[in-house]
């Protein structure tokens, strides 16, 4: 149902990369999905969010996340949202019992922390949140509320891998455009002109040019795994209506 990343089983820190088992959806979205956006039926992903949330120690309305738009915007959460989710792509608190949640399907899930500070964070980490800077946007809102970033921890979760993840040439022309360094992240496919992209490299070389501490990937291909996760590329690939989301979440223990 779970994976855990030693490197963040860090003092008063609970953390969880869900897989995709151990849930009440059925079909397509078989089994736990915490899609708040897919079209799974609600009162199913509402149970799903309900076990994750007693499996982090909350209550389900503890268990919060944002309107995920791709963007490289960062938001603090103080509590349950009294309205509608904020649109962001990254979450910060410094509030214990408070589970900060990440939906992905093949977007890179990142989960931070700083023990020391009692800061945590997370962000949904695709192609265009990396390029634009929700990484470095999610350090800098944990900075805000007292971490530091050469003492946070980020753990990369499950995310889709090069071997799986091809792109054409207007999408290798805008990474090496913004540096010609960006070319090592592409390597040639069959196909004229496309390229498989290392999504997982991209991210490491952003945190770590941004200072983090310690950084560490997973190395778990949502693509390659099917049995244990929800893929948007591989749906489309397959011809399916929709597909779940993967849910990774942090929290500080009171």
């Not at 634009?132 to 007292?146: A, D, K, W, Y």
Request: proline share 7%; with cysteine; aromatic share 8%.
């Amino acid at each position: 149902m779970m994976i855990r990343a030693p490197e963040l089983d860090l003092p008063g820190v609970r953390h969880a990369f869900f897989t995709r088992q151990g849930g009440v959806s059925g079909g397509i979205y078989a089994s736990l999905n915490g899609g708040l956006g897919s079209a799974d039926d609600r009162a199913a992903v509402a149970e799903n969010r309900k076990r994750m949330a007693e499996s982090m120690g909350v209550a389900p309305d503890r268990l919060v996340n944002v309107h995920q738009v791709h963007s490289p915007d960062v938001v603090v959460a103080e509590g349950p949202w009294p309205g509608d989710r904020p649109k962001a792509d990254g979450l910060a608190t410094n509030r214990p019992g408070l589970a900060l949640a990440i939906s992905t399907a093949d977007c890179g899930p990142v989960l931070f922390a700083d023990p020391e500070g009692r800061v945590v964070g997370g962000c949904h980490s695709g192609w265009k949140g990396a390029f634009t800077g929700v990484l470095e946007s999610t350090l800098n809102r944990m900075e805000e509320l007292g971490a530091r970033r050469e003492r946070v921890t980020a753990v990369l979760g499950p995310t889709i891998s090069s071997a799986a993840y091809e792109v054409g040439p207007e999408f290798v022309a805008r990474f090496e455009e913004q540096s010609p360094d960006n070319a090592r992240y592409f390597r040639p496919s069959e196909k004229p002109g496309h390229a498989f992209f290392d999504l997982p490299a991209y991210i490491a070389a952003r945190l770590t040019r941004a200072g983090v501490g310690r950084f560490v990937d997973l190395k778990l291909c949502t693509y390659a795994d099917p049995e244990r996760f929800f893929s948007y590329r591989r749906t489309t690939h397959r011809g399916e209506p929709d597909y779940g989301r993967l849910i990774s979440a942090i929290v500080l223990e009171g």
